[in-house]
């Protein structure tokens, strides 16, 4: 296969595991949201009882934006991590950044994608062996996989850790407005590399953005994998939930 079927392999890949963190982080925080109202009642107690659930990953999030600022000399205001409504959104926490330049900018707003990363996949290869799991259930190593996840279910704190990979993992993601200066960085990355393609240079473009994307690719695969084999039976018990108690109280919860 050539350099070009590999990176849009790699490109398929990356993009399909990111559509499944999409996808489980659209779902948690609107069922999350939907089962908290459902127990209450009332709808600044379950924002406040939805927040307090995610709370160590609203904290990493916003820390993130805030150090990284820090570091590449950008000012910024009180960090708040406490609810609240903007519009029809619901915004679990913010930090003010001076108003800066596309590079710093992108950096300020992607720290918490980084930071959130760095932890799930730290946990998921220290303490879960989900690189080990993932390799066995790849090779339909059926056998293995379960006693490496009963294993798992042993590890020393095991639900503090599951949890801390949730809360992380389903608030790492950035928001709009972490992502507005990333489509003119985009812009000037396609510019810099039509440059180097056009004095010469594709073949060592290529090579190198190849390189760089199955290190890229692997970790986010590890990611992913992380996440959902502690998202999956959360979603479970989470939808489970909304249903006993939409039969108990006799209402049908409507997602708009």
Known sequence: MDVIGSMVILLIELLAVLGLLLWADRWLH??????????????ELALWLYAIVLLP???????????????????IGRINILPQRAGKRIQLGFVPVQQTDFLRASLIGGAP?????????????GVFATPELMGALSAGDLRTAFTLFVALLRAPDVWIWVYL?????????PSRSDVHAWPFLGFV??????FIVFIGGASVLLDSVGRFLT?????????GASTVLVDLPIFLLIYLAIKIVERF???RLEYK
């Open 113 to 125: 994608l980084l930071f959130g990363s760095i932890v799930v996949v730290a946990v998921g290869y």
């Open 189 to 194: 990355v396609a510019l810099i590399a039509g």
């Open 165 to 173: 990979i949730f809360a992380v993992s389903n608030t790492m993601l």
């Open 249 to 251: 109280r006799g209402v």
């Open 57 to 75: 990953g609203v904290l990493l999030h916003e820390l993130s934006h805030a150090l990284v600022a820090v570091l590449v000399g950008v000012k």
């Open 215 to 223: 290190v890229v690719v692997r970790w986010v695969i590890l990611l």
């Open 30 to 43: 609107r069922h999350l949201q939907g089962l908290m109202f459902l127990l209450t009642q009332d709808q």
